[in-house]
C-alpha cells in the first residue's frame, strides 16, 4: 500500500493510505524533528552535551555519538523471534556494554537506536510531558496531524498491520514505536521539508547529511548520507531523495521526499515483508514517474 502528494498536498495516487501502519524507524525523523523544536525554542543547544553524556543533541541525531545499537546483538534477534518480553532498559544497556562508547563522539558513524532513546528521554525531561504528549504538542498538533501515537504493549498494536508477525512487543523498539495512517507519515515529512515546523536554518541543519558512501547493493542508492533524522542521498536521473526507511520483524515502511529538476514530491509506502530495498525502489519509481515531464510525441 502506498500513498504519494505533490509539494502543494494534491493527492496523486494512493492505495488504502488511511491504513494503520507501524512506522518503525521513521519514528526516528519524527523524534528528530521534535528535538528540533526544542532547539527552536530555545529549550537545548544542538552543538552542547545532553544528558550528562559526553556527546551533543547534533551527535545523537546524527549518529556520531560513539554508542553501541542493541541491533547488533544476534540474543536480541533471537528473543525477538521468540516473542518473549523485551529486557527492561536497564538490562538491554547492560547486555550491550552500552556505557562503552565505541568511538570518541563526532569522528565516526554507527547506527544507533541507543542514541535515540536518549533523544525520547530528553524530549520527555525537557517537556516535562509523556513522550506520546510531547510529539504531539511539538510536532503533530503544529502539523495539524492527528490519529498517530506511540505503541507500548502489544494491545497498543490491535488493529495495526504488521506484515506477517504475531504477537509482537513494542517495547523492543527503545526509542519508542508510532503507529499511524500512512498518509500521515507522507504528509509530515513533506510539511516538515517545506518549512512548516522549523525555520529555514535549522532545516538547513536538520538536511546537512554525512556522506557514507556509493551505491548500496539490492537498493537504489547513488549515493548515500545521513542527517538529522534523515537518510539523504542521490537516486536515478540525479534525483535527490530525503526521508528514512523504517524496518520491522514483517513489514518496510519507506517515506520520502524527493527533489527533481526544481520539483518535489513524497511518498509513503508500507510493505508486508522483508525488502527495504524493494519499498525504496517502488517510492523511487512512483517519485520519478510524478515529477518528470511528460514527452511532448507531436
Partial sequence: ????????????????????VP????????LSAAALSLVRDGLVRLDAAVLDGPFTLRQLLKHEAGLADYGELAEYHATVARGERPWVVDEMLERLDATRLRYTPGVSWRYSNVGYMYVARLLERLTGLTLDEALTQQVFAPLGLS???VARTRADLAGVCLGTVSGYDPGWVYHGLLVGPVSSAAVFLDHLLAGRLLPDSLLREMRAARTLGGPIPGRPW??????????????????TLCGHTGVGPSSVLAVYN??????RATCAVFRDGPGEGIAEQEVVDRLLATLKPEKNDA
Wanted: with cysteine; net charge negative.
Fill in 23 to 30: 512506522w518503525w524507524s521513521f519514528t526516528k525523523t519524527v
Fill in 147 to 149: 490519529g498517530i501515537r
Fill in 258 to 263: 524527493c527533489d527533481y529538476e526544481g520539483r
Fill in 222 to 239: 547513488i549515493s548515500f548520507g545521513y542527517a538529522l533524522g534523515l537518510m539523504q542521498g542521490e537516486v536515478d536521473m540525479g534525483a
Fill in 1 to 20: 500500500m502506498s500513498f504519494s502528494l505533490l509539494s502543494d498536498g494534491s493527492v496523486v495516487q494512493h492505495e488504502q493510505h488511511d491504513a494503520i
